[in-house]
């Protein structure tokens, strides 16, 4: 395991479902919340199946130092998320973290925009939170499927974002459309230094072009399959613009869109 890295033990302090097939946990875990950066994930033992061995990695949208909590958005998806789903307050387990790279703050920017996709609001709320820390004026695109799955438009206003474009592919909530839609509209108007974003990688493909056509730098959090976690089984490659391939889970997964092979 690498320098920094550690296995850490956790309480649940709270488990409730935020949105259609979302949950958000809350767990104690002091010296993990008060080493996470935004950007970064924890790769989380889920007891109660013996025959699984792999940890899930999970992005998480609030490290509380203060509080020694860390707030984890997820999406119930398969096994090892449905029994996450039924960890109640007070069950105990393992995270390994901090793992891999928090978002980089782009120097001299001080206007950004976050756009999320789907569950990718998680480490995007983690995001605003830096800039909002660091007084960068941001604005935000939240886009799901439909207005059910909807989750964080409000919590982004709270941490002051400007303007919070919401988008749902069918209409029930927001503008119809997709994120791309928003953020190209947003990027037209101008001012914008750098945009920070997370959710489905063809999303991200679309972002990441938007910001190139408009000279904006672009920053993804990249999503794979992982087994180890740090780096040491190749499980989690992404391949590069330049042909090689770095690992998602110690040289990412947050990724300048340039560097990336889309
Ligand atoms: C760095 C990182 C951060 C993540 N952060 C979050 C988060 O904040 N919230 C959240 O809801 N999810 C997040 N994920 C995805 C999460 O790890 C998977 O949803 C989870 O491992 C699924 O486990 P499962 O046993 O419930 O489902 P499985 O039965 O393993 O999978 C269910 C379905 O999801 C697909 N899947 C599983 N894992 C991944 C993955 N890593 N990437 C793409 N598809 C996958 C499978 O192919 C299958 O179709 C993150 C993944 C990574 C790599
Ligand atoms: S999961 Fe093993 S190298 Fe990334």
């Known amino acids: 395991m690498s320098a920094g890295l550690s296995v850490h033990d ?7 479902p935020v949105a259609d097939g979302l949950m958000r946990v809350v767990f104690s875990a002091p010296e993990l919340a008060a080493a996470l950066r935004p950007g970064q994930f924890v790769n989380i033992h889920v007891p109660g ?9 999970l992005s998480f949208s609030h490290a509380d130092a203060a509080a020694g909590t860390v707030e984890i958005v997820y999406a119930v998806v398969g096994d090892a998320t449905r029994r996450l789903s039924q960890m109640a307050p007070g069950a105990t387990s393992t995270a390994v973290g901090p793992c891999g790279n928090p978002w980089p703050a782009v120097d001299g920017a001080r206007r950004a925009c976050v756009v999320a996709g789907g569950v990718g609001i998680t480490p995007v709320v983690a995001c605003a939170r830096m800039l909002a820390g660091s007084g960068v004026a941001f604005d935000a695109v939240v886009g799901s499927q439909t207005a059910g799955r909807l989750w964080g438009a409000d919590v982004l206003e709270a941490l002051g974002a400007g303007t919070v474009a919401v988008t749902t592919d069918d209409g029930t909530a927001g503008r119809r459309g997709f994120t791309t839609d928003a953020l190209a509209d947003l990027l037209a108007q101008g001012g914008y230094d750098v945009v920070y974003t997370c959710g489905p990688e063809v999303m991200m493909a679309g972002v990441a072009r938007i910001c190139r056509e408009a000279g904006v730098a672009c920053r993804v959090s990249m999503e794979r399959m ?9 499980t989690c490659n992404v391949a590069m613009a330049d042909g090689t391939y770095k690992s998602c889970c110690k040289d990412g997964p947050v990724f300048d869109a340039e560097e990336v092979a889309w």
């Open 10 to 16: 956790f309480a649940v302090v709270s488990n409730e």
């Open 49 to 57: 199946d013996a025959s699984q061995i792999l940890r899930v990695p």
């Open 226 to 234: 992982m087994s180890c976690g740090f780096g040491a089984c190749a």
